[in-house]
Antibody, heavy 115, light 112 residues
Framework: EVQVLESGGGLVQPGGTLRLSCAAS????????MSWVRQAPGKGLEWVSL???????YYEDSVKGRFTISRDISKNTVFLQMNSLRSEDTALYFC?????????WGQGTLVTVSS | QTVVTQEPSLTVSPGGTVTLTCASN?????????PNWFQQKPGQAPRPLIY???NRHSWTPARFSGSLLGGKGALTLSPVQPEDEAEYYC????????????FGGGTKVTVL
């Protein structure tokens, strides 16, 4: 069964850092495209980042230079390193497999940026 | 800045038909934008419905269909069921200047 499970969210001060993890099962992250999508409280979905199976990575403009997507194939896990966090980064962060129309999603991990 | 626009809200009667649209401020939506559609209910993760314009996932009921309509992406629900009341998001792919995926603001569908 294909599943993804996010973890690593929490409360962090503005300017702080956080690393989110997305553990995959039922498929291999090294052979799949993987993405992060976020949803601020009461708001819509926003694409954040995607890493292709061949390794190229892309970012939404507001997170470029601050966020980094990566993967550990041995752990079958994708990461989102978030630096210089801002209050507007507060959101529920979803991990999704992006092979066929972003077909499998986790339940999300909540990131709150506040002093 | 790329903006994808959806109807904020639509109301439909059970058994009826409703079409949601997805427009891009960069021009007509085409198959190259590979429209995806998602359903989200309160407190739940998005549920993928349609990918690459008109393809259903294995779990998507046949009453959901995707298309291109008048330069926009479109999602049609027919016949509408009470459990279809939800927020619906479209997502478009843009290849230039670099790959990006943009969600619309969502359409709240109310079944009354």
């Amino acid at each position: 069964e294909v599943q993804v499970l996010e973890s690593g969210g929490g409360l962090v001060q503005p300017g702080g850092t956080l690393r989110l993890s997305c553990a995959a099962s039922g498929f291999t992250v090294g052979s799949s495209h993987m993405s992060w999508v976020r949803q601020a409280p009461g708001k819509g979905l926003e694409w954040v980042s995607l890493i292709y199976s061949f390794g190229s990575a892309y970012y939404e403009d507001s997170v470029k230079g601050r966020f980094t997507i990566s993967r550990d194939i041995s752990k079958n896990t994708v990461f989102l390193q978030m630096n210089s966090l801002r209050s507007e980064d507060t959101a529920l962060y979803f991990c999704a497999r992006a092979d066929t129309g972003f077909d499998y999603w986790g339940q999300g991990t909540l990131v709150t940026v506040s002093s | 800045q790329t903006v994808v626009t959806q109807e904020p809200s639509l109301t439909v009667s059970p058994g009826g038909t409703v079409t949601l649209t997805c427009a891009s401020n960069t021009g007509a939506v085409t198959s190259a934008n590979a429209p995806n559609w998602f359903q989200q209910k309160p407190g739940q993760a998005p549920r993928p419905l349609i990918y690459n314009t008109n393809n259903r996932h294995s779990w998507t009921p046949a009453r959901f269909s995707g298309s291109l309509l008048g330069g926009k992406g479109a999602l049609t629900l027919s016949p509408v069921q009470p459990e279809d009341e939800a927020e619906y998001y479209c997502q478009l792919y843009y290849g230039v200047p670099q790959p990006s995926w943009v969600f619309g603001g969502g359409t709240k569908v109310t079944v009354l």
